[in-house]
């Protein structure tokens, strides 16, 4: 009798397009998996796969096996999530997360995953959207947690929460709590998000103007580093004020009064369609709880902390 794991088996390697990709999605070996193709095509009796490429392909018949393993699949991980417990959902999923939601919620996100669904394990990659969304894309990684929705074929996504961008520096700058204008702010480097993102672009054609001197805009893929630059007086970070929550309690930074306007920055969750999203899915829902909740949080701080600066 065919059991679940050769179905699965030869639906990941049509979808991956590989056996060594299916092994990686798996966590297996490719000998396994051919293994496991080899017995389903004796069980079927017809050949299920084109091996004469590199690239892995279904013959008609499996096509027509395709559209039955995906019905499967998808019933057998529904089933799990709606009749099992919790604990049923085990295995590792893998996400990808823009540094802004390490520096926000993601410990709260992580902790809960531990107490809802115990067996399943979070492969956490860092890095940033322009990086992780062609990883999604090419099912490195299956959830990713980046700005702006991933437009895609089969791509899902929803919102979990805007961060506003601010202007913080040290005071020892001293640039003071008045209104600071754009030229004042040109005076000193910029220290911002890293090259190819948005609030990077967005940022060096705020101060691309023929008035302003040339701008000294330095990019940095650790917000970590460009929170310890602007600490130190290096110059005027423009981040999303939530990460630095603490810096601005204790006075080490100082959010400035502009009437420079910069979009906040819009994260979602993003996921391909597949039969045993369900998961992948849950943990999504999980993260716009908490994301929402957590902005909730810090912007009922930043009243109080604009309240103490009037």
């Known amino acids: ?34 293994q496991r193709i080899a017995q389903l095509e004796r069980e079927m009796g017809v050949k299920l796969l084109n091996r004469d490429h590199r690239v892995a392909s ?27 417990d919790r604990s049923a959902m085990r295995g590792a999923l893998r996400l990808g997360v823009a540094e802004t939601i390490v520096h926000t919620w993601l410990p709260r996100l992580v902790k809960s995953v531990n107490e809802i669904y115990p067996n399943l394990s979070l492969e956490i990659e860092v890095d940033i959207t322009p990086n992780l969304t062609p990883r999604l894309l090419a099912q ?6 980046v700005l702006g929705p991933v437009s895609a074929s089969g791509a899902h ?12 520096a040290s005071p020892s700058l001293g640039l003071g709590s008045g209104p600071v204008a754009r030229r004042d702010l040109a005076r000193f480097p910029i220290i911002t998000f890293p ?45 999303p004020s939530a990460i630095v929550e603490n810096e601005l309690a204790d006075g080490r930074l100082q959010l400035l009064d502009t009437d420079l306007k ?43 902390h604009e309240k103490t600066i009037a």
């Open 140 to 145: 490195e990684i299956e959830l990713a947690f």
């Open 157 to 168: 996504s929803h919102v979990l929460c805007d961060y506003p961008i601010g202007f913080l």
């Open 262 to 304: 910069l979009p906040p920055l819009t994260f979602t969750a993003n996921w391909l369609a597949s039969p045993d999203a369900v998961a992948i899915e849950r943990v999504a829902n999980l993260a716009r709880q908490i994301a929402q909740a957590s902005v909730a949080v810090d912007d009922a701080r930043a009243a109080r």
């Open 1 to 34: 009798m065919t059991d679940f794991r050769s179905i699965e088996t030869f639906l990941w390697v049509v979808k991956l397009g590989s056996f060594r990709g299916a092994a990686q999605r798996l966590n297996t070996t490719q000998p396994a998996i051919s």
């Open 58 to 84: 279904p013959t008609p018949s499996g096509r027509l096996m395709m559209i039955y393993a995906e019905k499967l699949i998808g019933l057998r991980s529904e089933m799990m999530a709606e009749v099992g």
């Open 195 to 239: 090259r190819k993102t948005q609030p990077y672009e967005t940022v060096r054609a705020l101060f691309n103007a023929p008035d302003l001197p040339p701008i000294r805009l330095h990019a940095s893929t650790s917000l970590a580093t460009v929170i310890h630059m602007a600490n130190e007086g290096l110059g005027i970070a423009v981040i």
